[in-house]
């Protein structure tokens, strides 16, 4: 069973950074489709960015292109998030996700739906 603990959250002002990490247990990043997702009080769970299993594609919703990295490190066997220039609508929790295989990823990536594996979340909070 594969899973994932997220780690990295906290409080910053707007302007700052923070970045995230989720460690991964019993199997590789490497074979992993991954994604990070967030949600705010009252509102859905949104996709913010996505990695394909090589490493060699990401994707980004439009809020956090130029100011979020999605990575992963094989040998840490570990996604990251690097978010900058943080602003309030940032704040959420955060989620990773992950699966094995997912059809169509560069269409789909965002779908909670196509995703098996889920960490618990970390509150990530941004004050003006």
């Known amino acids: 069973q594969v899973q994932l603990v997220e780690s990295g959250g906290g409080s910053v002002q707007a302007g700052g950074s923070l970045r995230l990490s989720c460690k991964v247990s019993?199997?590789?990043?490497?074979?992993?489709?991954m994604g990070w997702f967030r949600q705010a009080p009252g509102k859905e769970r949104e996709g913010v960015a996505a990695?394909?299993?090589?490493?060699?594609?990401?994707s980004y919703t439009d809020s956090v292109k130029g100011r979020f990295t999605i990575s992963k490190d094989n040998a840490e066997n570990t996604l990251y998030l690097q978010m900058n220039s943080l602003k309030p609508e940032d704040t959420a929790m955060y989620y990773c996700?992950?699966?094995?295989?997912?059809?169509?990823?560069?269409?789909?990536?965002?779908?909670?739906?196509?995703?098996?594996?889920w960490g618990q979340g970390i509150q990530v909070s941004v004050s003006s």
């Open positions: 996700a992950a699966d094995r295989s997912i059809s169509r990823w560069s269409a789909l990536w965002r779908d909670i739906v196509e995703y098996s594996f």
């Open positions: 019993a199997y590789s990043v490497g074979n992993l489709y």
């Open positions: 990695i394909s299993i090589s490493g060699d594609y990401t």
